[in-house]
């Protein structure tokens, strides 16, 4: 499974960016997929995940700004991040796993991972 991101870039607070996933190697539509960023010096964390029923979590630091959202025919995972704040600067990683439902979405559920994309806020 090759998961590679796109989008990143550096904006200012306030501001908004889209990042892209692109997926190939496997039944797409079989994955919970999520986004997941790090910063420097922090652990990897959960930002959004969504299962293949369209069903989304969110991490309480992004609810309301950010959107997660999926296209099974282009096979492609998408987060639309709204309204950025400099705490949201970190390198962003998509991530998948073969179940079509996420329930728990840690960063050890998932053994599948991109390159990341760097987001930088100022």
């Known amino acids: 499974v090759q998961l590679v991101e796109s989008g990143g870039g550096s904006v200012q607070a306030g501001g908004s960016l889209r990042l892209s996933c692109a997926t190939s190697?496997?039944?797409?539509?079989?994955?919970?997929m999520g986004w997941f960023r790090q910063a420097p010096g922090k652990e990897r964390e959960g930002v959004a995940a969504?299962?293949?029923?369209?069903?989304?979590s969110y991490a309480d630091s992004v609810k309301g700004r950010f959107t997660i959202s999926r296209d099974n025919a282009k096979n492609t995972l998408t987060l639309q991040m709204d309204t950025l704040k400099p705490e949201d600067t970190a390198m962003y990683y998509c991530?998948?796993?073969?179940?079509?439902?996420?329930?728990?979405?840690?960063?050890?559920?998932?053994?599948?991972w991109g390159q990341g994309t760097q987001v930088t806020v100022s």
């Open positions: 190697g496997a039944t797409f539509s079989r994955y919970c």
């Open positions: 991530a998948g796993r073969f179940d079509r439902y996420c329930g728990t979405w840690n960063v050890a559920d998932f053994p599948y």
């Open positions: 969504i299962g293949d029923d369209g069903s989304t």
